[in-house]
């Protein structure tokens, strides 16, 4: 049989299949424009308004916590990028190695009086998995694992309450592992994983990975939603 079989784990990284496409019709696709290159320039993160608040959370792929916390009230937008690592202006595929100590994470610019620090707590443990240690589904690594970043003792202690809340709620089987980390940096992604859900709603691992997510938090936060 002419043509190409490649086989693959539906992941973050590896979350596409085309199976039986002839060379010639690859060659094709790149003399027309069809596969175009990816923006690999990073985002450039917005300037905080007068009263406007920010937070920082990592909870697996940054795809669909992004795609999740931009459908509540009162969030202005959310980038995608990196944190908690020690590496500076770190790129995707050095994330990926799992030596950068970053985890892909998701920075909220919100409006404290239309939505609390709580209700995006809420929003963060409903839309990912806070009992799995460095692991959200298929996607495995340190680089996927929880962790909520405070900036003030005060978001500390509301972190830990919530872990309390969703341990006592039994929601989960297993207790919260999500990492309690002070805030140190935040690096924005390249411009090609912003708004990934939305640009890519057709594509495998966003229909079968990253858009259960989004609807899992939008039912936890009904009420609170951009669109009802």
């Known amino acids: ?19 039986f496409i002839p ?3 690859l060659f094709v696709l790149f003399l027309t424009g069809s ?3 990816q923006d690999t320039t990073p985002a450039v993160l917005p300037k ?19 795609e999740g916390f931009d459908q509540l009230k009162g969030v202005r937008e959310v980038v995608s990028g990196y944190a908690g690592g020690t590496v500076a202006n770190p790129t995707y595929e050095q994330v990926g190695t799992d030596k950068t100590g970053h985890a892909e994470s998701v920075q909220v610019y919100y409006d404290p009086t239309k939505i609390s620090y709580r209700d995006l707590l809420d929003a963060f443990f ?4 806070p009992t799995t240690l460095n692991r959200q589904g298929p996607d495995v690594g340190r680089d996927y694992r929880s962790v909520a970043f405070y900036r003030t003792p005060a978001e500390k202690q509301e972190i830990m309450d919530a872990i309390a809340r969703v341990n006592e ?12 980390t002070p805030f140190t ?31 899992k938090l939008r039912k936890a936060m009904h009420g609170k939603l951009k669109k009802e």
């Open 35 to 37: 596969v175009r290159a």
């Open 1 to 19: 049989m002419n043509g190409v079989v490649l086989e693959f784990v539906i992941n973050e990284r590896t979350y596409f299949i085309m199976r």
């Open 169 to 180: 709620s039994k929601h989960y089987p297993n207790r919260v592992v999500t990492e309690v």
């Open 126 to 129: 409903a839309g990912h998995d």
């Open 185 to 215: 940096a935040f690096y924005p992604a390249e411009q090609y994983h912003q708004n990934y859900c939305r640009l890519h709603p057709d594509q495998p691992y966003i229909r079968q990975v990253s858009m259960p997510k989004v609807e």
């Open 23 to 25: 060379l010639v019709a």
């Open 48 to 66: 905080l308004k007068a009263g406007e608040a920010v937070a920082t959370f990592a909870g697996g792929c940054f795809w669909a916590q992004e």
